[in-house]
């Protein structure tokens, strides 16, 4: 079992949707969970960082943690063509510990 | 602010050679620089972690002598391919983890797509 799964897609939504990302994991000591979008042929950028449970929003992006199901979301609101790329989640113990990524999940958003 | 830069951006070699691929920071210091690969529809797979004066930690299965890691000034750390083969063709990405900043907050360069014939 992967330490983290995510579903690779691809997810087609079209313009003005709610998008719904997810993760699961299996190592309950994760506390950070960070989310990254990455461009085809670039390199992450990251969207969302939170630390522990609970909800943080910025935008029209909100990022959710629950550590009791060991689950991850991200939600974009009202979705543009733009949003159209990879969507990583990654997250690890802390401090400087090694993070751990998923595989991603690709979006794209039809106008 | 947190800009990493890489060069190149794309190296086509010959299988043997070796290649070398720079990651900067250009605006903040970072103690700690991280290196990955990402082959097609797969996850950023960590290789080793580069720290500033000493020398780079390896990820189990990734070796050492093929993969030079140098870290020599706080802005700066390099990745040697050495005698590189065709299944080393990947997209190698670095990370940088600001001194100053959020311990586990680490910024990406725009990576180094690296071809093998």
């Known amino acids: 079992q992967k330490e983290v799964e995510q579903d690779p897609g691809p997810l087609s939504v079209p313009e003005g949707a709610i998008v719904s990302l997810n993760c699961t994991y299996s190592?309950?000591?994760?506390?950070?969970f960070m989310w990254y979008r990455q461009y085809s042929r670039k390199g992450p950028e990251l969207l969302m960082y939170?630390?522990?449970?609970g909800n943080k929003e910025d935008g029209r992006f909100t990022a959710q943690v629950d550590k009791s199901s060991k689950y991850i979301s991200l939600f974009i609101r009202d979705s543009q063509p733009s949003d159209s790329a990879t969507y990583l989640c990654?997250?690890?113990?802390?401090?400087?510990?090694?993070?751990?990524f998923g595989i991603g999940t690709k979006l794209q958003v039809i106008p | 602010g947190a800009v990493v830069s890489q060069h190149p951006s794309r190296v086509i070699c010959k299988s043997g050679t070796s290649v070398k691929i720079e990651c900067r920071s250009l605006?903040?210091?970072?103690?700690?620089m991280f290196w990955y690969r990402q082959f097609p529809k797969q996850s950023l797979m960590l290789m080793a972690t580069?720290?500033?004066?000493?020398?780079?930690?390896?990820e189990q299965g990734v070796e050492k002598d093929k993969f030079l890691i140098n870290h020599a000034s706080l802005t700066l750390s390099t990745l040697t391919v050495t005698s590189a083969h065709p299944e080393d063709s990947s997209f190698y990405i670095c990370?940088?983890?600001?001194?100053?900043?959020?311990?586990?907050?680490?910024?990406f360069g725009p990576g180094t797509r690296l071809t093998v014939l």
């Open positions: 990370s940088a983890r600001n001194a100053r900043g959020d311990n586990n907050e680490q910024f």
């Open positions: 190592n309950s000591a994760f506390q950070y």
């Open positions: 939170t630390y522990s449970s």
């Open positions: 990654a997250m690890n113990s802390g401090g400087y510990q090694k993070v751990t």
């Open positions: 605006d903040f210091q970072a103690t700690t």
């Open positions: 580069s720290n500033e004066g000493s020398k780079a930690t390896y």
